[in-house]
């Protein structure tokens, strides 16, 4: 966790595509429910922005997401946010967030349309966060199948928005055969869920490209367009 860290896309007035705790993992059981909530309630008092949320513990995020008394923390943290003066808000949504305290009105939508949860399935024993994934309210939700190190013939793709897949890439890595994204891919195609292939891997990620027979795959959730967006981390 850095603390320092949170309220970074406070400062950033121009939109960016931000992938939230890079280096770590929100839905851990040692990060606090406080930290998790002052997260979303940092995410949420940054609508400029889109979150990317990626979690190998869905279970314990969904258990949060799901809970009104979570959502209810997340609204108290901006609440206590919005008061602060020494948390980099601007002066509109400081004034917005008191308005609505005032008015009792839901200081914003849940889930946050703004906000993106996804989840980690390497092999198919790791199938079940899918579902799990399934249950979280979000606004669109996505699965990073990378490094992908062997088929996934029980993933279900149902209620998923968005699928990444890639290869595994360094001095030890393991290689990926095109046979399990070609199967990823067709049943993308069947039900329409965007896919990103990332890459082939390899001793670097560039080593193997990123074609699958003959093309690349850069497909994103229709939600995902935003004008002037910057690619950035979270950490």
């Known amino acids: ?25 929100i839905g851990h059981a040692r990060v606090p429910t406080e930290f998790v909530a002052r997260t979303f309630a940092t995410m949420a008092l940054a609508p400029q922005h889109q979150f990317q949320v990626l979690t190998k513990r869905p279970r314990r995020l969904r258990h949060l997401l799901e809970s009104q008394k979570f959502v209810n923390a997340v609204w108290t943290e901006m609440e206590r946010l919005s008061a602060d003066d020494t948390v980099p808000l601007a002066r509109a949504v400081r004034e917005d967030v008191r308005k609505r305290v005032a008015n009792w009105n839901a200081l914003s939508s849940w889930p946050l349309p703004n ?69 990823i891919r067709d049943r993308c195609v069947d039900l329409r869920v965007a896919l990103f292939f990332k890459q082939v891997g390899g001793l670097t990620p560039k080593a193997g490209g990123r074609l699958l027979d003959g093309r690349t795959w850069d497909e994103y959730p229709a939600t995902a367009a935003v004008e002037g967006c910057e690619t950035g981390h979270l950490a």
């Open 1 to 25: 966790m850095h603390e320092d860290a949170v309220f970074e896309p406070l400062r950033w007035r121009r939109p960016r595509k931000m992938f939230v705790n890079s280096i770590c993992d």
């Open 115 to 183: 906000v993106w949860i996804g989840t980690s399935i390497e092999s198919d024993e790791y199938c079940w966060r899918a579902d799990q994934l399934r249950g979280i309210p979000a606004a669109v939700r996505f699965l990073s199948l990378e490094p992908l190190l062997g088929p996934v013939p029980s993933l279900e793709l149902s209620g998923i928005d968005w699928v990444i897949v890639g290869g595994e890439s360094g001095s030890a890595h393991r290689p990926l055969d095109l046979a399990w994204v070609r199967d």
